[in-house]
């Protein structure tokens, strides 16, 4: 049974940073990739980034280039997600996913390619 474990939401202030963790249960060569994704109230689930666990690769929503930096630690099974510049509009609950297979990087920025869910951390930005 995978199991993904994020941490480190909270409340910032716009302007702060906050550092996201996600741990995986599993050992993680057996994903292709882990990425992130955020929902706010009322709207769809958003692509943040997302990064290839074995080369390395990264891919990066629009709303978050140059702000946000997906990070991975293979002896610790775990993926970050450094957010700079916060926004009141990147107020949301961010999830943590992977993929097991091999995926175009264009498939990676929608939910459906992924297998693997975490429970979530909300996150908000005051103004």
């Known amino acids: 049974q995978v199991q993904l474990v994020e941490s480190g939401g909270g409340l910032v202030q716009a302007g702060g940073s906050l550092r996201l963790s996600c741990a995986a249960s599993?050992?993680?060569?057996?994903?292709?990739?882990m990425g992130w994704f955020r929902q706010a109230p009322g709207k769809e689930r958003e692509f943040v980034a997302t990064?290839?666990?074995?080369?390395?690769?990264?891919y990066y929503g629009d709303s978050v280039k140059g702000r946000f930096t997906i990070s991975r630690d293979e002896a610790k099974n775990t993926v970050y997600l450094q957010m700079n510049s916060l926004k009141p509009e990147d107020t949301a609950v961010y999830y943590c996913?992977?993929?097991?297979?091999?995926?175009?990087?264009?498939?990676?920025?929608?939910?459906?390619?992924?297998?693997?869910w975490g429970q979530g951390t909300q996150v908000t930005v005051s103004s």
């Open positions: 599993s050992r993680t060569f057996s994903f292709y990739a």
């Open positions: 990064i290839n666990w074995s080369a390395g690769s990264t």
């Open positions: 996913a992977a993929v097991q297979e091999f995926k175009l990087a264009i498939f990676l920025r929608y939910p459906l390619s992924y297998d693997y």
